[in-house]
């Protein structure tokens, strides 16, 4: 019985191939095989990041192990558990835990502490408040930047179904608006749309010169679907314009966006020139990086290589108008083996998301960190 050494065997393949005239390379020529670009040492670079809830550590250690840098934090269980002056050390606490973990804690995700009686007008707003304001001075001195809300009175983020069979048997979510109707008024009953404005109006007043002051950006996120009124309740955050106003409403360099990409191209909104426009007036402070198909009154997420839009496109634009905040993907089907107990956010969909969106940027030379 003949054998072949592992010499042979690569000698035999450079044979082969030239003859079939393909030819060898020289060791002139694998020395200079393209390595990757060392990063510009102008530019940070977009941060890779993830959104965690408390005690996930499973979740924390394989984000880690994919590249994931920034952590993005709902740290409202947490603040809700102790008084107003024990902020800055619970706080403190869970950015030593990510720093552990490899990760910066570069954000906070959803209202920090509770504030739906602050959206829906009710009494005790002004303690929610008072809540509020403290919970930004504890993230400033703690040094965390951002902080990403949103103004979804009554109901938070909202899919008529989390179940749809997508490629592969994946589960993928689905609003439907005619489903919605069906399900009827919240609890709340009808909320007119001038309220939720006013309700903002209030808040933003309050709380923008406490985050000016303190240094922390407030990205307010769209509404998810942005649609109006959803079971009964009047939804403001529709459209490009009614961001123009809110950034209008309180003048100031903290009063800035959650590009959610999905939303705003429901909304029929460019996403592509409305990135431009809000990069170069420095109002984009974190990306929700995910598409959709269909349209507001009726959409599917959607897997992040087989999305509608061009998101490689995207990344490239954000790369050019400057954008190096915190970014990450959202809403990924869940993949099997994997709970839906928490639809879109499960982990092996983002492991393809940022295998994604990695392999882009390497592929167009745009740093990341």
Known sequence: ??????????????????????????????????????????????QLAELFTLEEDHKIRLASQIGITHAIVGVSPALSRVPSGRYVETLQKIKEDFQAASMIFA????????AEKIKLGLPGRDEEI???????????QVGVPMLCYNWMAGLGWYRTRTDVPSRGGALISE????????????????????????????????VIPVAEKAGVKMALHPDDPPISPLRGIGRILTSAANFRRILNMVPSPVNGITFCQANFR??????????????????????????????????RETFHDNSPV????????????GFEGPMRP????????????????????????????????DALGIPYA
């Open 330 to 361: 959202d809403h990924a089907p869940t993949l099997d083996g994997e709970s839906n107990d928490r639809p879109g956010y499960a982990m092996g969909g983002k492991v393809l998301a940022i295998g994604y969106m990695k392999g882009a940027m």
């Open 1 to 46: 019985m003949s054998t072949m050494s592992r010499r042979n065997c690569i000698q035999g393949t450079i044979a082969a191939l030239a003859a079939g005239g393909v030819p060898a390379a020289s060791a002139a020529d694998r020395s200079h095989t393209p390595m990757r670009k060392p990063l510009d040492p102008h530019r940070r670079g977009i």
């Open 266 to 299: 429901l909304m029929g909104e460019d996403i592509a020139e409305l990135a431009r426009e809000w990069c170069a007036q420095k109002k984009i402070f974190f990306v929700h990086y995910r598409d959709v198909e269909g349209t507001r009154e009726h959409f």
């Open 175 to 206: 609003f439907d608006n005619e489903a919605a109707k069906r399900q009827g008024l919240t609890e709340w009953g009808e909320v007119g749309t001038e309220k939720i404005w006013a309700n903002l109006e209030y808040f933003l007043k309050a």
């Open 107 to 114: 954000g906070v995700e959803s209202h920090p502490v509770p």
């Open 130 to 140: 008072e809540n509020y304001m403290a919970a930004i001075r504890a993230l400033a």
């Open 310 to 321: 061009d998101l490689a496109q995207m990344l490239r634009i954000y790369h050019e108008c």
